[in-house]
């Protein structure tokens, strides 16, 4: 057992080298804040199960495996290789990241409307310094989280996507995150910062995909400005390698009456933490984050969200559904917070696991802090096998009993693919996620 | 006398649940073209008997048989019931999360047409025959593409079984208590729709406690079942009859007469 304080040690040395040579040509603003990200870090460590937010879900994995900051090797991934992905749907850009580091040769352009960008943010950092200054470490505070700490003191590059005012992006801007890593463990820390200006529409699609069943780890961190009246369409698919650690914080925030449609779906890795911090900042702004998780073998997912109603009339919708086979465990913290002067709140949140073994297990927990008197809030969480009733009516309209079970499980799933506005990535999700329901192989590695 | 088989065959029919006795030797015939009603107090036994009928795994049939369309019944799954033509029509129906009422639909009219010999019906196909359905029974498709159940009204669940009665076109429907909870204009719509849909292949056998659906759905036969057994079988008029008397007269009668 690796004693905390070494554990820390080892990422401040990596720092050191990291900020020495590879952080070379950031600016001052931002070399400042990495260097205050690691020690911040290095205060708070890896979080214990104690602690209230971690009390299911063990770091020790990770703190325990001496990850090696990943490099960028040209030319170790090709188009071919990412062939895999659906590419038969139209998207308006592709930018692609090998192991945490921008690879423009995999990444292409079709067709953004004149004034937005999708690309790399450590260009960005020069080609747009105001844009990125004003949001980059504002929506996702470091100070209390120590993966976003560790995050933002090596960060180096990511996602950039800029929306000016006004401008309407028709097709999907998709971000793609591949591990190709095969060998020693190592870890990349991808920063993506998407900021959707006032009155203007996207559609995003983050995914997060294995090249090999590699031990690594992703430590990413995304954050989502939505200006004034802004649209916002917003896709993760985590299909990381299951030996993979993925630990991810997602940030938005919402200006008055926006719309953020958010669909994260977790799929890979042996060990995955998303942390969903939504603040709706400006009255009158709408949120929709519709999650689901399918998980199988020893695999863990712990989706930890947390909706900051700041502000009158907004609207928050929660649902999250799971599907855990065999000794999968899922796990569901839905935290909604109502401030003083959010009047006229309208926060409903469900959480539904099926569980498909007896071994399977799901913790769910809802956080209700409500501080305004005139709001409408609701919760609810089930957790349990197939219900034998609605396997019986079904049974009675003539499907076999492998049919009825097939159909209830999948309506797990359907449930949240419903609320998927875009119909190609509805239908290839829906695809993938019915794939790797139909595979019988144990730990369901074929699909 | 007829010399065809009947339809339906039940006799001295028991039937258990955890160990309790609910049907004490039910004797019933139905015959194609036919339909029948089964009025009793509550606890008679009237959804018990609807439920073995289609298979309810939580009761056990203890002694007696029955015989649909000329076979043993009982050994069947209620998948395989369903497929030979047979339909409840729930008083509970079932909320499917995620699933909608068209695939549902198409689902399980496909199952019941393989058994068949007929061909599976695609998505579009499937539309045409489900408007089709819809216009004979005068209803719109409103909600087709929300899940089955959820979120509807008692009453638009019951109509739900209807249309699902409408789409598997089953030989023998066996409604169960379909007339609960409907207001006066719902009844109607339902009344009508299963008028609609009667052949002189198929037949209906309505359970209810209240003779008001019967005023819409003229039955040829009325039972009353009373502890478990059939106590009374008359025309029509025995349904009229209850609805002044009551069913007092039975309800005293509730011990086993053997």
Known sequence: MTRPADVTERYVADFKAFAGNGAAGAPAWLKEIREAAIARFAELGFPSMKQEAWRFTSTAPIAETAFALSRRRTGAVTPADLQSLNSESPRSARVVFVDGSFAPELSTVADLPPGVRAGSLAAALTTAPDLTRAHLAHHAPYQASAFAALNTAFLADGAWIHVPAGTRVDRPIELVFAASATGAPTVSHPRSLVVVERGAQATVVERHVALNDAVYWTNAVTEVAIGEGARLEYYRVQNESRRAYHVATTHTTQGRDSVLSFHPITLGAGLSRHDIYTALRGSGAHLVLNGFYLLRGQQHADHHTVIDHAQPHCTSHEFFNGILGEQAHGVFTGRIIVRPGAQRTDSKQTNNNLLLSAEARADSQPQLEIYADDVKCTHGSTMGPLDEMALYYLRSRGLSPEMAAGMLTYGFAAEILGRMEHPDLRSELDQVIRARLADRSPGGRRA | ?258
Do not use: C
């Open chain 2, 1 to 258: 006398m007829s010399q065809r088989t009947p339809l339906l065959q039940v006799q001295n029919l028991h039937a258990s649940v955890d160990g309790k006795e609910i049907l004490r030797g039910v004797d019933l015939t139905v015959e194609a073209g036919e339909v029948h009603a089964i009025m009793g107090p509550n606890g008679s036994g009237k959804s018990t008997f609807a439920q073995v009928l289609a298979g309810h795994p939580a009761f056990a049939v203890t002694e007696g048989s029955v015989r649909y369309r000329g076979r043993d019944l009982l050994p069947l799954k209620p998948e395989e019931r369903a497929r030979e033509g047979l339909f409840l029509a729930f008083q509970y129906p079932v909320a499917i999360r995620g699933i909608t009422n068209a695939y549902f639909l198409r689902s399980a009219l496909n199952a019941v047409r393989k058994q068949r010999g007929e061909e599976e019906l695609g998505p579009v196909e499937f539309m045409d025959l489900l408007e089709a359905k819809l216009k004979l029974i005068g209803w719109d498709d409103s909600f087709l593409d929300r899940p089955v159940n959820e979120g509807l009204s008692g009453g638009e669940k019951k109509r739900n079984e209807i249309l699902q009665m409408a789409v598997l076109e089953p030989k023998l429907a066996i409604l169960d208590e379909t007339d609960s909870g409907l207001d006066i204009d719902a009844l109607k719509t339902v009344a009508q729709a299963v008028t609609l849909l009667r052949r002189p292949d198929n037949a209906v056998v309505l359970v209810t406690h209240y003779n008001r659906i019967l005023t819409h759905i003229a039955p040829d036969f009325v039972h009353v079942l009373s502890g478990g057994r059939i106590v009374k079988s008359g025309g029509k008029d025995l349904a009229l009859e209850l609805e002044e008397k009551g069913y007092n007269e039975w309800a005293q009668d509730e011990a086993p007469v053997a």
